[in-house]
Structure formats: C-alpha cells, structure tokens
Nanobody
Framework: QVQLVESGGGLVQRGGSLRLSCAAS????????MAWYRQAPGKQRELVAG???????NYADSAKGRFSISRDNGKNTMYLQMNNLKPEDTAVYYC?????????WGQGTQVTVSS
C-alpha cells in the first residue's frame, strides 16, 4: 500500500506564494508519474501539474509561469511552488501517484487565496 500526505496549504493574499509538499510512503517502486490536481467548489477535479519519472514536467495553462513542480526521489516527496496566487487558485489540492496500474491519492490540502 501507498500513503500520500499533503501539507503546506493555507490562506494567502492575492499575489502571495505557497509551497505544497506531498510525502509518499509505503511500498513504492516504478513510479510512472506524480501530479498535483485541484478541485474548487462545484467544479471537477483538474490537473495542475505533473512530473514523470524521468523528470519531464507538464502544466495546466493556468499554472504556467506561476507554478513549479519538483520531486525529491530520495525522499519520495513532491513539491508544488505556487507564486503570484490568484483567488481563482482557491481549491483543495490533491497529490496523485501513478505506479504500474494503480493510482493513489492524498487526502488534499486547502488553498485559499483572498482578494
């Protein structure tokens, strides 16, 4: 089994920054991709950013130029640096890990951006 624990969410003003962390534990091997998703009230969960096992990254258009995803393989931890936050970034942010044919999700961390 794999457990994912997110941290780093909180309340921040427009233009502020937050750094989210996702710590993975358990039986981990052959990770395909790790990613950050978010879900705002009344909206579907959407991909924010992903990082492949080889280090390649991809971002949603809304995140490009403001967010940066990274991974510390030695610590099995993934990060999302979020800068210049906007009220529309307000959502619960979820960590996802894809390994072989399975996907694992964290419990989510709330990010609230005030105007």
């Amino acid at each position: 089994q794999v457990q994912l624990v997110e941290s780093g969410g909180g309340l921040v003003q427009r233009g502020g920054s937050l750094r989210l962390s996702c710590a993975a534990s358990g039986t981990i091997f052959s990770i395909n991709v790790m990613a950050w998703y978010r879900q705002a009230p009344g909206k579907q969960r959407e991909l924010v950013a992903g990082i492949l096992s080889g280090g390649a990254t991809n971002y949603a258009d809304s995140a490009k130029g403001r967010f940066s995803i990274s991974r510390d393989n030695g610590k099995n931890t993934m990060y999302l640096q979020m800068n210049n936050l906007k009220p529309e970034d307000t959502a619960v942010y979820y960590c996802m890990l894809s390994m072989r044919t399975s996907q694992y999700w964290g419990q989510g961390t709330q990010v609230t951006v005030s105007s």
